[in-house]
């Protein structure tokens, strides 16, 4: 008798399996942002009556998330204060979306029948969440040499993984020192990524990001240096008069000084010979002659 109860069992078993197959109505895609609100349909035509002798269920990956069992609503400790359920159609919506939330629910649906709840729906529906990138940042990273600039372009805070790509002229360009890493408790991408190009061209570069089905991208500009022009003829002219007459006025003030210092010199000498001569004159002979005149 128990090989008999257990071989029952398991034929109940597989043709509950195979109800499950066949009332399936297939898989649903939504796709939503962080901190939006997702809404995930159950596609189940309820009537109020029927609440009393139904089961709803939503699961994610074989995990519950909300059940209603005879008129009675809860909601699993995950998803308390952020999981509403509509009561026109039953769909389970989800506030303030986490990444943690993307995955495959479940909304099956049992009735009571002759005392056995038997399974009447089932639907599937894959949440798919992503973090939009903010625009990125391009920045001047140096000069590896003479006529070579550095730029890097950066963005962080994004799901899912990232792609970058240098564009110019619809042409991707090789990028340098490319890095992708991701916060093992946000699941959040960074990126980043360096680009060497000419100085003596012009150049209008595009940092472009893809993730999932989502891009952002940022664009930067060069224009290169005008060659400076040679001075003209009249102002060499103008140049070499200036310096001449800038070395002139410097000799003659020289001379000037010279010749005031020379001047000077003999000046003081005159003086000097005249001084001199005074104090030796000889006034003998007009003494005597005032005495033969007494």
Same mark, same amino acid.
């Given at each position: 008798m128990g090989c008999s109860f257990q071989l029952m069992w398991l034929v109940h078993l597989f043709v509950l399996l195979l109800g499950l197959f066949q009332i399936s109505s297939g898989v649903d895609q939504v796709s939503k942002s962080v901190k939006e609100k997702a809404s995930l349909?159950?596609? !189940?035509?309820?009537?109020?009556?029927?609440?009393?002798?139904?089961?709803? !269920?939503?699961q994610k990956h074989g995990k519950m998330v909300l059940s209603i069992i005879s008129g009675v609503r809860e909601v699993w400790p995950e998803y308390k204060n952020r999981t509403l359920l509509d009561n026109t159609n039953y769909s389970l919506i989800i506030l303030g979306l986490a990444l943690s939330d993307r995955g495959t629910y479940n909304c099956v649906v049992q009735k009571n029948e002759k005392g056995t709840f038997e399974v009447k729906h089932i639907t599937d529906v894959v949440l798919s969440i992503k973090a939009d990138f903010p625009t990125p940042n391009i920045t001047e990273s140096g000069n590896p040499s003479a006529d070579t600039k550095r730029i890097t372009c950066f963005t962080s805070g994004g799901f899912p993984k990232p792609r970058l790509s240098w564009l110019e002229n619809e042409r991707e360009l090789n990028g340098i020192n490319t890095t992708i890493s991701q916060d093992p408790k946000s699941e959040l991408y960074t990126i980043s990524s360096q680009l060497d190009f000419n100085t003596t061209c012009n150049h209008t570069i595009e940092c472009f990001i893809e993730y999932g089905d989502a891009h952002v991208s940022e664009t930067f500009t060069w224009e290169k240096k005008p060659p400076e022009d040679p001075p003209d003829e009249n102002s060499k002219i103008v140049l070499i008069m200036a310096g001449s007459g800038a070395v002139t006025l410097a000799t003659i003030v020289i001379i000037i000084y010279f010749i005031f210092h020379k001047h000077r010199s003999c000046f003081r000498r005159r003086n000097k010979a005249s001084e001199e001569t005074t104090n030796s004159l000889y006034i003998g002979p007009a003494e005597a002659s005032a005495e033969q005149t007494v």
């Open positions: 349909p159950c596609h !189940y035509n309820f009537s109020h009556e029927e609440l009393p002798i139904i089961r709803i !269920y939503w």
